[in-house]
């Protein structure tokens, strides 16, 4: 680790080691240092415009010694200020230069190196012009520039840290494994080695675990970028991080601490420190082009002015080194796009794909999922309807929902959760006999087999929960639907008859509610972008629900599997549209990574969110839209910034190569220009979209 950072020191950046607290302190040990040589930067300036003090009004009563002696004086205060203070700016230039890359700090070294060597041979040689107090005003002045900026970023920084160390991640702790298997939810944090957990599908592992009972498959995308999931049986290792995503199973924590699930998800959330968006890379070349151009003018103001009025040369092409921004333009995107994760942080929007801002400014079309993420999380079960064959098993309410959460143990899906809690009502014991050969349809449902039933303790009995047809294997009949009011969920629980046949157990009716805010959502979204609704559930649910929420019958989808989800989105991306997709379940990962920007919602399953670009990490739906304005918001303030930085240059670099600016004057007018540009970027953090349903607020 020693080695790798000291690699990464000599290219120019920061590296820590991932250990408690060590990022943090290096960080601001780092800051006090740099805070100190700003100070020490702004000391020297002072004195030094002190000394020049005489110089500035051409004092021409000043004999030989005093001038020797304000000379020789600057020039002392001048040294620490080059050879300490601007070490940060030097050690920048040199990296640069070994990556044979032309950055901002290599045309600023050389205006230092110029302006300083010419002063000194000026002092030796008792004549000639000194630009000192041009050094010490342009270091102290951009090395507080710089100190701010990075200040400003930093706390900007802290609202997605703060996300990140305050975010509460649960798992499912079995209480007396395997005498019993209730489970009760914990922070996973608080999960200690040897401890039992059950783990659904669709879930991350929460700590390095040993697989005790069950069988699955696990993606491990996240951790070494594999993406095959890879089979796991009895006895094999789960590491943290990794997703479940077949069946429920049990597991032994192996080890705990920093290998949690919520290591996993901060490694999950710094990927966005990995990428740039194309807006970014753009403002970077062209920040490089700008560079080589303007070392190419500085050579040719160098040439004209040594053959016209060699003694304002130097003075010139040092004014036109330092009164070009390429700072400004390099600072234009990245600055915004700190503040813009920062200000949807602060929304609860974890922005995992950093290019997902710009391109979610540019989206046209917005598609929901319907359960989960439109509606809450938790549906209500209305009716039971009994079939003839439930009866004459002697199955009343109670037993078919035993049998039903019992095949559901492992799901999250709100149906799922649904039964259980109906059970719980029934004051009833959830888990009533062992499954073997649980499966879960994604899109369908369950099946499994139990071995053993109230009614037959020896017997195996194979049974399905899930959607009609997948339950009956079949279409059901018009006769053996019961009448269940329209806008209501069904789930069916079959068996398989001794003849081979899936006969109905049991229908259950749900119904699930509005998520508080969503027509608002909808009426607002709409005055922008295309708005559609995809869903799993049957149409009449569906279209009751759209005309809820205000939605036109054309824009939905039922009936949906992921395939028919990610095909329909393809076919729309295919006739121009640039979708953002938004979606809870393990259903709706393959179409979330097909989206131009997948939103997750935080509560649902972490492999939809692991194929996302944004996590809303709350339940408030105001929150997608604040990060739909903020995006568009964040694109305005970059257009600006790159604005702002190239009219600056086009009439700051005339201006100085003809000699009409000062080094003090281009010192002081470059670091006014970043700091327009990054005051600019930061209004980010001070906007406030007017969310739907909520008075005008300051922008």
């Not at 082009?289 to 130097?314: C, E, K, Q």
């Not at 929304?347 to 999922?369: C, G, M, S, T, W």
């Given at each position: ?172 702790r079995v209480q007396d494994y395997p005498a019993q298997k ?109 560079l080589y151009g303007l070392l190419i003018v500085s050579a ?385 953090l001070r906007y406030r979209p007017n969310l739907p349903g ?6």
């Amino acid at each position: 680790v020693e080695q790798v950072i000291e690699r990464i020191e000599k290219l120019g950046y920061h590296a820590y080691a991932e250990a408690a607290n060590a990022m943090g302190e290096a960080e601001k040990k780092n800051q006090r240092r740099e805070l100190f040589r700003m100070l020490v930067a702004l000391f020297l300036m002072m004195q030094s415009m002190m000394f020049m003090y005489p110089y500035y009004f051409q004092h021409t009563d000043m004999d030989m010694s005093a001038d020797a002696l304000m000379r020789w004086s600057n020039l002392l205060l001048t040294i620490p200020s080059v050879f300490y203070c601007a070490i940060p700016i030097f050690r920048g230039a040199w990296a640069e230069w070994r990556l044979k890359k032309i950055g901002m700090d290599t045309p600023v070294t050389i205006a230092i190196w110029v302006a300083f060597i010419s002063s000194t041979i000026a002092v030796i040689r008792g004549q000639g012009h000194l630009y000192f107090d041009s050094v010490t005003m342009f270091v102290g002045l951009l090395l507080t520039v710089r100190y701010i900026q990075n200040r400003a970023l930093s706390k900007a920084g802290l609202y997605l840290n703060n996300v990140l160390q305050h975010q509460r991640l649960f798992a499912e702790r079995v209480q007396d494994y395997p005498a019993q298997k209730n489970t009760d939810l914990i922070p996973a944090d608080e999960l200690q080695t040897g401890d039992v957990i059950f783990i659904a599908s669709g879930e991350v592992i929460p700590h390095d675990a040993e697989l005790i009972e069950g069988q699955t498959a696990c993606s491990q995308a996240l951790l070494t970028g594999e993406s095959v999931p890879i089979t796991k049986r009895v006895g094999d290792t789960l590491l943290a991080g990794s997703m479940n995503i077949e069946q429920g199973i049990y597991a032994r924590i192996t080890q705990s601490g920093e290998t949690s699930e919520l290591a996993a998800i901060e490694r999950l959330a710094h990927k966005a420190a990995l990428h740039k968006p194309a807006l970014a890379l753009f403002a970077e070349k062209a920040a490089r082009i700008f560079l080589y151009g303007l070392l190419i003018v500085s050579a040719l103001t160098a040439v004209y002015w040594g053959m016209h009025n060699p003694d304002r040369a130097v003075e010139v092409v040092v004014s036109v080194l330092i009164i070009t921004c390429p700072c400004a333009l390099a600072l234009a995107v990245p600055t915004v796009m700190t503040a813009a994760q920062s200000a949807l942080a602060e929304r609860h929007v974890l922005v995992i794909q950093p290019e997902a801002i710009e391109k979610l400014a540019k989206v046209n079309q917005y598609v929901f999922d319907k359960t989960g993420t439109l509606t809450e999380d938790v549906q209500t079960l209305n009716q039971i309807h009994l079939t003839e064959a439930a009866r004459a098993q002697q199955l009343d309410d109670t037993k078919v929902l035993q049998i039903a959460a019992t095949l559901e143990a492992a799901s999250r899906h709100p149906i799922a959760l649904a039964l259980r809690k109906a059970l719980q009502d029934h004051n009833a014991a959830e888990r009533m006999n062992d499954v073997t050969a649980m499966e879960l349809i994604v899109g369908q449902g369950v099946k499994g087999t139990l071995n053993g039933t109230l009614k037959d303790p020896l017997g195996e009995h194979h049974y399905r929960i899930g959607k009609p047809p997948f339950a009956l294997n079949r279409l059901p009949n018009p006769a053996e639907t019961p009448a269940i009011e329209q806008g209501n969920s069904v789930a069916v629980l079959s068996e398989q008859a001794a003849d081979g046949q899936w006969q109905a157990l049991a229908w259950f009716a749900l119904s699930d509610r509005t998520r508080a805010g969503a027509p608002e959502l909808i009426r607002e979204l709409q005055k922008t972008a295309d708005i559609a609704l995809i869903s799993g559930d049957k149409t009449d649910v569906v279209q009751g629900f759209a005309q809820h929420v205000g939605l036109n019958a054309q824009n939905i989808v039922a009936n949906a599997q992921p395939q028919d989800k990610l095909n329909w989105v393809t076919e729309r991306q295919k006739q121009g549209y640039r979708i953002a997709m938004t979606g809870d379940g393990l259903n709706d990962a393959p179409v979330l990574q097909q989206a131009d920007v997948a939103i997750a919602m935080g509560q649902g399953a972490s492999l939809a969110q692991v194929q996302a670009d944004m996590v809303v990490q709350s339940s408030d739906l105001n929150d997608i839209y604040a990060a739909h304005m903020i995006a568009r918001r964040t694109q305005k303030l970059i257009k600006e910034n790159l604005l702002w930085a190239v009219l600056y240059n086009i009439i700051a670099i005339p201006l100085a190569a003809f000699g009409m600016v000062t080094p003090i004057i281009a010192t002081l007018g470059m670091l006014a220009s970043s700091m327009i540009v990054v005051g600019n970027s930061l209004r980010i953090l001070r906007y406030r979209p007017n969310l739907p349903g909520q008075t005008s607020t300051a922008h």
